[in-house]
């Protein structure tokens, strides 16, 4: 039993003795020509170690190489497709011992690492030669599925370990390149033939990103094959997730994607693109959706996504050159345009300290200039179906869209909607090349209600009724005092049975033809505001009106009703907000009103609309009445005299 235990103490000194003697035993050069000659016959590429070299025993056997140089292909751009500061090989013992070399880990440390594709299409990270005849007249999938790796080829490693340096891939046909810094990686590859996974992190533009890649398989990657690929990305910025299949030497992508994120805002602003947003605007957001890349098509199916509280459906293609061009048809639920507004387009600045509530307050336009430029920066041509619609106060029903944009001109085209009541067509055309941008309207309107649509468009309530209104205005500028300054075009519209609220003409019409009579009212009592406890019936109400520099002179204004008949015509001024109105009014004589055959209007006297348009007043211009009622007294002696 002694002597057993004897040698067995003197066989495990013996393996002792010659782990510490396997420096001097095998000559660090030795084996770092097994390792050169190895990554050369499989790659055709040089490995060059220009720092000093050394083999350390514990604990484990690891070759440590420094400033590590891995060449480039020939027609690369740089000498080196990988350079790093040094390289650990972990190479298991008995490998050792039987003159066949294995790679058991790599460790390596602050690498530079160049990926590229050529203008032909080569990659510089196909390194292995495929074995095999090849079909030439195969498809590329064919052509794939029968090479395969010199025989006896693969390596089989633990992991793979990265620490510092730096990714950068660059693309020599779109003239792009991209680069990611502070590599922390862990990969593992237990052969060619199977799956790769690697986890860890990078750094991108200064913004730290997770990432866990699994790879089918190393080998179908390194000679150009077909390969599935899962890729979980997690930042502050964003998640992404894809899982699909990547072909054509890397430049074919297709499978399922899925990203989201917290704010547009930041994740523009982390590529150095501002959005001036509003707080609630552009921030939450996610999509999901078949995705297939390739060349410079980028084609989404399937697609759903969410952007704040609005809610997308459909398909989408995008091609990214220079200026990105969108393709798209999409279903866009309930569509509140609103909260993505520039705030210079929101309703007109109040001013002074008094509530809404308790004063009308002036319209002052804003001078703050708009931003367009953004307009330049794609193209699309997109088809939108919404359940609703709501832009400002204005609120449709089921709306269809066409969205064109070409060369910074943004066409959106209303193909059909229904609103307060109606429907509706209309067009806006938004020049935006340069400033200042030019702006043309279109839109007509069947069967509204008007008090609705002019409270929601104008915050305008006075008109009740139902009828047709037709809009053609341009303009022009880089703010809303500037597109209201720059007004040209027409409104015209026809109401029927309905009523202007805020005044009783007919009540003031012959309270003012009692006072011309001598009735002893008091003129200053005609004279007053609006009120909307009085209106005025009209049975039917037609009017058009040009403007000119925002300004309408050239009007006309018809109001029928079983009492009264109205016309006017005056100045609207809508860069100084003020009104200046005459309409001359008539008391029907018959009490049959409308359906008497009587076509006299009786005591006629007109009435001013005048003051800001926030608190316009409405009095009767007596001045005018009287003269006239003077004429005709006179011309009635006149005829006494020769009669």
Do not use: C
């Amino acid at each position: 039993m002694k002597t057993f235990a004897k040698v067995i103490g003197f066989l495990l000194l013996g393996i002792v003795a010659l782990i510490v003697a396997l420096p001097f035993i095998i000559p660090v050069d030795y084996i770092f020509k097994q390792v050169t000659q190895s990554v050369e016959q499989t790659t055709g590429r040089t490995l060059e170690i220009k720092g000093e070299k050394s083999l350390s025993v514990f604990p484990k056997l690891t070759l440590e190489l420094n400033d590590v140089a891995f060449s480039n292909f020939k027609q690369g751009s740089q000498p080196n497709m990988a350079a790093m500061e040094q390289l650990a090989i972990h190479i298991p013992y008995l490998s050792v011992l039987s003159g066949d070399i294995k790679l058991e880990k790599f460790v390596i440390k602050n690498p530079n690492i160049l990926l590229e594709k050529m203008p032909n299409g080569d990659v510089n990270w196909q390194l292995v030669k495929a074995t095999g005849v090849q079909d030439e007249s195969a498809t590329p999938s064919k052509q794939g599925g029968s090479q395969g790796l010199p025989e006896g080829l693969d390596i089989q490693l633990g992991e793979v370990a990265v620490y510092g340096g730096s990714f950068t891939y660059i693309d020599h046909q779109n003239n792009t390149s991209q680069k990611v810094t502070d590599l922390d990686l862990a990969i593992q590859l237990p052969s060619l033939k199977k799956d790769l996974e690697l986890k860890g992190a990078v750094t991108y533009l200064a913004e730290k990103f997770e990432l866990d890649v699994m790879l089918a398989t190393p080998e179908k990657l390194l000679l150009g094959q077909d390969f599935t690929l899962k890729t979980a990305l997690d930042s502050r910025l964003a998640k992404l997730n894809f899982d699909g299949l990547v072909t054509k030497k890397m430049t074919d992508f297709s499978g399922q994607l899925e990203l989201s994120g917290d704010s547009v805002k930041d994740l523009l602003k982390w590529q150095n693109q501002s959005l001036d947003a509003k707080e609630n605007a552009f921030n939450q957001f996610a999509v999901s959706a078949k995705m297939h890349f390739a060349g410079q098509q980028f084609n989404l199916k399937e697609l759903t996504a969410t952007l704040d509280e609005l809610a997308i459906k459909g398909n989408a293609n995008i091609t990214l050159t220079d200026i990105p061009n969108i393709t798209a048809k999409l279903d866009l639920g309930m569509l509140n345009v609103n909260p993505y507004l520039p705030e210079s387009i929101d309703v007109p600045k109040d001013t002074g300290t008094e509530t809404a509530e308790s004063k009308p307050q002036p319209i002052v336009w804003d001078e703050t200039a708009i931003d367009l430029s953004a307009l330049n920066s794609v193209n699309a041509d997109i088809g939108i179906v919404a359940t609703g619609f709501q832009f400002k106060e204005i609120k449709l029903g089921q709306t269809e869209l066409a969205l064109k944009l070409k060369n910074g001109t943004a066409q959106l085209g209303l193909n059909k909607f229904k609103a307060y009541e109606g429907n509706g067509t209309g067009q806006v055309v938004l020049v935006a090349k340069r400033a200042p941008y030019k702006m043309n309207t279109s839109f007509s309107f069947e069967g509204i209600q008007a008090e609705p649509l002019l409270t929601d468009a104008v915050g305008f309530d006075k008109l009740m009724g139902k009828g047709e209104l037709t809009i053609a205005l341009n303009t022009q500028g880089q703010s809303q005092k500037e597109f209201v300054n720059a007004l040209h075009g027409s409104i015209g519209f026809g109401f029927k049975d309905g009523a202007v609220k805020g005044a009783n003409i007919a009540a003031m019409v012959r309270s003012a033809e009692q006072l011309i009579n001598g009735g002893g009212l008091d003129a200053k009592g005609l004279e007053k505001g609006f009120d909307n406890a009085e209106k005025t019936d009209f049975s039917a109400l037609t009017g058009n009106f040009q403007f000119v520099d925002g300004v309408s002179k050239q009007n006309d204004l018809s109001l029928k009703s079983p009492l009264i008949r109205v016309s006017g015509n005056g100045d609207i001024d809508l860069p100084a907000a003020k009104i200046n109105y005459r309409l001359v009014t008539g008391i029907v004589d018959s009490i049959e009103g409308q359906g008497t055959q009587d076509k006299s209007t009786g005591f006629k006297i007109p009435i001013r609309l005048k003051g800001p348009l926030h608190d316009v007043q409405v009095k009767p211009d007596i001045g005018d009445a009287a003269k006239d009622k003077a004429k005709d007294k006179i011309k009635d002696k006149l005829k006494n005299l020769f009669n």
